[in-house]
């Protein structure tokens, strides 16, 4: 009987083993399965982060608009005509979700065109987008900078001062703000952008390709001292229109070449 219980009590002793073995290994294989999937959620992580922000960050590669200034703005260029000889360059300093912005372009937009298409005045704007900062936007962020992407793009088709005239006939009200839909699809089309141009429209705009042109753009006012838009400029002299008589193109250009001058 001795022997017979001696025996059981090894046997126990073994199964005992067996099982405080077989525990550890199967503890052992759960933290090797927890560790490797703790490493494919952190893994998951990092790649929904980054695709997340390079959906937001400016293409690698940076363009310049067709017409593109030497200061950072965009020449609206002529219908007809080649400017005869050597005429007025006019500089407009303007942000797109700026209401006086809008009430000077109603104004006076169509003279300036108008000029411009008689070869006797160049004009250059150079967008800002201080705004952006200075009111809140939900949900439609960075509004004046991607108006300001949007219309170098239409540049690119060809389209600027048709586009550059849209987004001041539809400028919301303040603080609202630019839709993507708005941008990309409703002002390209009214705008006049279709076809295969709008597939190259919509392609800049959506991979910020005038990011930087932008930002320059932006900068611009700063460093030449602009406090406010809009404000135009010519020769380095504002231009008083705040005070004009009329908005018909001669008037216009009247105050254009007195500023010119320095006689204003």
């Known amino acids: 009987m001795a022997n017979n219980s001696n025996l059981s009590k090894r046997v126990a002793l073994r199964q005992q083993q067996e099982l405080e073995a077989r525990r550890k290994r199967n503890a052992r294989m759960l933290g090797v399965g927890l560790g490797v999937l703790a490493l494919v959620v952190v893994v998951l992580i990092i790649v929904v982060v980054a695709?997340?922000?390079?959906?937001?960050?400016?293409?690698?590669?940076?363009?310049?608009?067709p017409n593109a200034t030497e200061g950072h703005g965009i020449a609206i260029k002529s219908k007809n005509t080649q400017p005869a000889g050597d005429v007025p360059n006019v500089v407009v300093y303007e942000d797109s979700q700026c209401p006086i912005c809008k009430d000077y372009e109603?104004?006076?937009?169509?003279?300036m065109l108008q000029l411009i298409d008689e070869g006797k005045i160049t004009l250059e704007v150079r967008t800002a987008y201080f705004l952006d900062d200075q009111i809140e936007q939900t949900p439609n962020k960075k509004s004046s900078q991607?108006?300001?992407?949007?219309?170098?793009?239409?540049d690119a088709v060809g389209k600027y001062r048709e586009y550059h005239k849209v987004i001041y006939e539809n400028q919301p009200r303040e603080g609202v703000g630019y839709t993507d839909?708005?941008?990309?699809?409703?002002?390209?089309?009214?705008a006049g952008i279709t076809g295969d141009d709008l597939a190259t429209f919509q392609k800049l705009?959506?991979?910020?390709?005038?990011?930087?042109?932008?930002k320059n753009s932006h900068e611009a006012m700063g460093k030449a001292g602009i406090g406010?838009?809009?404000?135009?400029?010519v020769n380095g002299k504002k231009i008083n229109l705040g005070n004009l008589p009329s908005n018909?193109?001669?008037?216009v250009?009247?105050?254009?070449?007195?500023?010119?001058?320095g006689s204003n």
């Open 146 to 154: 991607r108006a300001a992407m949007a219309a170098a793009a239409a």
């Open 106 to 111: 109603t104004q006076y937009g169509n003279a």
């Open 248 to 251: 018909d193109p001669q008037t």
């Open 51 to 65: 695709n997340a922000i390079s959906s937001k960050a400016p293409a690698a590669e940076q363009l310049t608009p």
């Open 228 to 233: 406010g838009t809009p404000t135009y400029v």
């Open 205 to 214: 705009y959506d991979t910020k390709a005038y990011a930087d042109f932008a």
């Open 253 to 261: 250009l009247t105050a254009i070449q007195s500023a010119a001058s």
């Open 181 to 190: 839909q708005q941008l990309r699809v409703d002002f390209a089309a009214k």
